[in-house]
Each structure stands twice: as structure tokens, then as C-alpha cells.
T-cell receptor, first 115, second 115 residues
């Protein structure tokens, strides 16, 4: 049930672009993206709803393809501060009866931006 | 300032002992979550709660217990039944609007080591 992220790790030079993918085997209600720096708590980047694309943070944007059950995070003109581990969190509709939602995170993508 | 407070930050436990991790939030959020983080495995959901006096098991609930007697508090007990409890534990909270989970706010985490 855990979404699959790719790549597992990526190294960039400052100013380069990167794409991080998140795919699910189940139908998605929404996708969250977070960044975690070493030794710190994850920090929210953005939420994508069905069919929506939101730009929520610096030069970072994302897309959400409901049919393919996938989301991609785009980092353009990367900065040193972009280094960290990126997690996608997927929200599934548990069932019409419960109405309770949960957010399941992927295993993360480690991003290192070097000068 | 509003936020989430986890305590203790570091905790050592002998095998066979139960330990309780505290999580308090003053954001007036309805939903609270406990995640476990291990290297290379991302964030795995232990328990979550969307209303007071109700909570749901996550993906790895075995060996853990929670309570939600107050809106602002969601303590996690790691019992002796948890076979591999050494990990980094993160508590989070969010709003829930209908079926939509809002941005997760995370605490600083509690690092539990079993000796």
C-alpha cells in the first residue's frame, strides 16, 4: 500500500533540474509532498487534489495524474537549500462507511545539491 | 506560538519495559497521527485519530497503543510486545475538511533506543 518513489537518490549541481516521481497501486484522493532535512521534522511543500496542479513553494511545482495514480515533483534551478529527503504522502479513500482518511508516505528520495 | 510538542526527545528503554511518548498540539487540529521512521523505509503510519475518543490502526500498529482523551493530546505507548522498537517516532496533526487531510504539522520527534 506504500507508494513507490523514484529515484531513490539524486545528486545535482546547483542550478540543475530534477523530477521525483510517486506512484500508487491504489486510486488516490490526494497527494502531499514534504521535505525533511537531516535531524529535522518533515516540512510541508504542497497538496495536490484530483486533477489539480499547485505551485506551493519556491521554484518547486508538482503534477497529479489521477488515471495513472501518479504524482511528480519538479525542482527547477535547484539551490543548495533544496537538499534533503523528499516524501510523497498519498491519501486513500478508506470507504464510504468509515469516512476516515489516512496519509501513507513513500520511502523517500534523497536529494543532494552541490555547489 | 502554535505547534506540536513531543517529549522526550531521546529515550532509552530496557527490553520488556513499556514506554509512553507524549504528543501535545495547540493548533486546534482534529486529526493527529503517529509515524515511525527507520532508515530507508520512510514514514510508516502507526495510529491515527480524527476525533476525540476514537482512533484507527495504521499499517504497523502491532505492539503499540494510543489514547485520545483530549483533542490536544495523543500519547503513544510502545509496549514490550513491539519486537523492534528502536526508531525515530514522529507525531503530526492536521485539519480534516470533509474527506481532505490538510497540511501535516510535525513535532520534532522522539528517538527511542532499546538497550
Amino acid at each position: 500500500q506504500q507508494p513507490v518513489q523514484s529515484p531513490q537518490a539524486v545528486i545535482l549541481r546547483e542550478g540543475e533540474d530534477a523530477v521525483i516521481n510517486c506512484s500508487s497501486s491504489k486510486a488516490l484522493y490526494s497527494v502531499h509532498w514534504y521535505r525533511q532535512k537531516h535531524g529535522e521534522a518533515p516540512v510541508f511543500l504542497m497538496i495536490l487534489l484530483k486533477g489539480g496542479e499547485q505551485k506551493g513553494h519556491e521554484k518547486i511545482s508538482a503534477s497529479f495524474n489521477e488515471k495513472k495514480q501518479q504524482s511528480s515533483l519538479y525542482l527547477t534551478a535547484s539551490q543548495l537549500s533544496y537538499s534533503g529527503t523528499y516524501f510523497c504522502g498519498t491519501e486513500y479513500l478508506l470507504g464510504l462507511n468509515t469516512g476516515f482518511q489516512k496519509l501513507v508516505f513513500g520511502t523517500g528520495t534523497r536529494l543532494l545539491v552541490s555547489p | 506560538d502554535g505547534g506540536i510538542t513531543q517529549s522526550p526527545k531521546y529515550l532509552f528503554r530496557k527490553e520488556g519495559q513499556n514506554v509512553t511518548l507524549s504528543c501535545e498540539q495547540n493548533l486546534n487540529h482534529d486529526a493527529m497521527y503517529w509515524y515511525r521512521q527507520d532508515p530507508g523505509q520512510g514514514l510508516r503510519l502507526i495510529y491515527y485519530s480524527q476525533i476525540v475518543n476514537d482512533f484507527q490502526k495504521g499499517d504497523i500498529a502491532e505492539g503499540y497503543s494510543v489514547s485520545r482523551e483530549k483533542k490536544e493530546s495523543f500519547p503513544l505507548t510502545v509496549t514490550s510486545a513491539q519486537k523492534n522498537p528502536t526508531a525515530f517516532y514522529l507525531c503530526a496533526s492536521s485539519t480534516v475538511a470533509g474527506l481532505q487531510i490538510g497540511e501535516l504539522f510535525f513535532g520534532e520527534g522522539s528517538r527511542l533506543t532499546v538497550l
